[in-house]
């Protein structure tokens, strides 16, 4: 499709300037023409409001400008063009001819499954860290949300031709997984009897801990009691970030999500690498003392105020070991990395990238996209609270197991990330769960694989009647005349472009949306006709070859989803 629109763009800007040549329209030269989509078949395929854009400039009337350039259009040399009309107030709305839709048609036959894959990115190398959530408790329904938009974009720009991989940044060092060792220190004491303990402030509640801790004492005993107390809570805390890390692999591997690389905070601090940072941007002078603390010039690049980058005790705050895991990745070679936050980072970002930037790296090398809260949505509408620290969270494991028990394990993970999916990266996200366990059309994941389903029966059927399916060169693609039908191949001509649009701009939720559209043409197209006619075995061919590229884009979209594509619903 937008092949097709730069030739009628083309064809357009030469009608211009032929007109503006023979002195009958008056502009100086000419200008960018924007398309807007049809409303419907009957209105074209293309539409342009170019004339009502230069009716001030021109002075003239915007229909008699659109006559104007329509004029210079000849159709006889420009085959794709069907024909042209002016409508409304001067729209000019432009109609292909078939031969462009049978076209469709067998680039999509011919591709199969690599229809919609592209070149633009070049090779280029992207680095996408998302989740990175903290290893002190199980994933909950917010890092599920991360896991599905970051595979996703993973997946659409590999589609488009960059080199992007996976990496999870495991935050194992600074004051959250002290936390997490006292926090496991008492439930462990408790586990062995002890009374009148308390979790400290800001430690973590959750009943995952106590179980933790209960385990330790059925597999180990009491071995740890008499430690040191530094040195048990040292103990606790690393087996707890072990323990809880490979948790949460185990349910990100559930989930269908696997990271190319896992980066380690302690690693990176014990590497030296942000004393480095510290050199450099004292030898930039972006640093000074005050008030006890190392304080690093944020107002240099625009902010409202400095940030203190070491504490008055000399412990790093935790934007030093970011910047210096920054320019790990940009030592590593990557063209670009962008950074999947959360709804709590939102501050973050700008500082982030001041931090780049005094490191010199390119204005447009990082980018940092804010996925936003999930809330869970009850059967009467109602937003339930999470804390981890409270302990009052909806795991990702325990949304997969829910959702399993109403669907099944084999499509609980199709549900999750359909649903995660849906919605623009940047707002809010309300997941109803009740919507997400309905086996029915209005269940939207299962409208689309359904929309599969049905294109596999008719080739089951089509096998049991042995009608094989022709060479498309064989195939009289004229028999496909029906509007529904045309609809149906413009919708798919629109893929490649919804493909690339949804990677360069980070908006995953565009192919769910895409899908969706095609299986709502599908479904009544496909209760209103026929594919399978044994005394018209012309129009079945067609019919057939209409149907299996629908299902290629389906199965196509859907694995950029990591979402299945079933044969048999």
């Not at 973050?348 to 001041?354: E, P």
Request: with cysteine; aromatic share 8%.
């Amino acid at each position: 499709m937008d092949e097709i629109k730069s030739d009628i763009n083309n064809i357009l800007e030469s009608a211009i300037r032929s007109a503006i040549e023979i002195g009958e329209l008056p502009i100086s030269e000419v200008p960018e023409i924007p398309f807007s989509p049809t409303k419907t078949p009957e209105h074209g395929d293309i539409a342009t409001p170019i004339a009502l854009g230069l009716a001030k400039q021109a002075k003239m009337a915007p229909r008699t400008i659109a006559d104007t350039i329509v004029k210079q259009v000849n159709q006889n040399k420009h085959p794709s063009i069907r024909k042209i009309e002016i409508a409304g107030p001067g729209f000019i709305n432009v109609y292909l001819s078939n031969e462009w839709l049978f076209d469709i048609i067998k680039e999509i036959v011919s591709l199969k499954e690599n229809f919609g894959r592209l070149d633009n990115g070049n090779g280029k190398r992207i680095q996408i860290e998302f989740v990175s959530a903290n290893p002190t408790g199980p994933l909950n329904i917010v890092s599920g949300r991360a896991a599905a938009v970051g595979d996703t974009l993973v997946n659409l720009l590999n589609a488009v031709g960059y080199d992007a991989i996976r990496e999870y940044y495991v935050n194992d060092a600074g004051g959250q997984v002290e936390r997490l060792g006292e926090s496991i220190d008492i439930r462990y004491r408790q586990a062995l009897g002890e009374t009148n303990l308390e979790i400290p402030e800001g430690g973590y509640q959750g009943e995952y801990l106590r179980e933790f801790a209960e385990s330790i004492v059925a597999d180990e005993g009491d071995k740890y009691r008499d430690l040191d107390p530094k040195e048990r809570i040292e103990f606790f805390r690393d087996k707890g970030i072990k323990h809880l890390l490979e948790q949460q692999k185990t349910s990100l591997e559930r989930f269908g999500v696997s990271f190319d690389v896992w980066t380690s905070e302690r690693a990176i601090r014990d590497s030296g690498k942000p004393d480095d940072i510290i050199h450099t941007f004292r030898e930039k002078n972006y640093l000074y003392e005050a008030d006890g603390a190392t304080w690093f010039r944020m107002t240099d690049f625009g902010a409202e105020k400095d940030c203190v980058v070491i504490r008055s005790n000399g412990e790093y705050t935790y934007f030093v070991p970011d910047a210096a895991y920054h320019r790990d990745k940009y030592e590593r070679g990557f063209d670009k990395v962008i950074d999947l936050l959360g709804p709590d980072h939102q501050g973050h970002v700008m500082r982030l990238k001041n931090f780049v930037k005094a490191l010199g790296f390119e204005d447009d090398w990082l980018e940092a996209e804010i996925v936003q809260q999930v809330n869970l949505v009850d059967s009467e509408g109602n937003r339930k609270d999470m804390s981890k620290r409270q302990g009052q969270f909806l795991t990702l494991d325990a949304l997969i197991d829910e959702l399993s028990d109403a669907v099944g394990e084999q499509f609980a993970v199709d549900v999750a990330r359909y649903f995660f999916l849906m919605r623009a990266n940047n707002t809010h996200l309300d997941f109803n769960l009740e919507l997400a366990v309905t086996q029915a059309n209005e269940n939207p994941v299962f409208y689309i694989q359904y929309a599969h389903a049905r294109c596999c029966s008719i080739f089951q059927q089509a096998a049991e009647q042995e009608m094989q399916l022709n060479h498309i060169e064989e195939i009289d693609l004229e028999m496909l005349s029906e509007p529904s039908e045309h609809e149906i191949i413009r919708k798919l001509a629109d893929y490649p472009s919804i493909v690339l649009f949804s990677a360069e701009e980070r908006e995953a939720h565009r192919i769910p949306h895409y899908l969706h559209d095609l299986a709502g043409l599908f479904h009544p197209y496909y209760n209103q006709h026929r594919v399978l006619e044994a005394d018209n075995l012309k129009r079945s061919h067609a019919r057939l070859v209409l149907v299996r590229c629908v299902q290629t884009v389906l199965a196509n979209g859907l694995k950029l989803l990591s979402i299945s594509a079933p044969e048999v619903m």
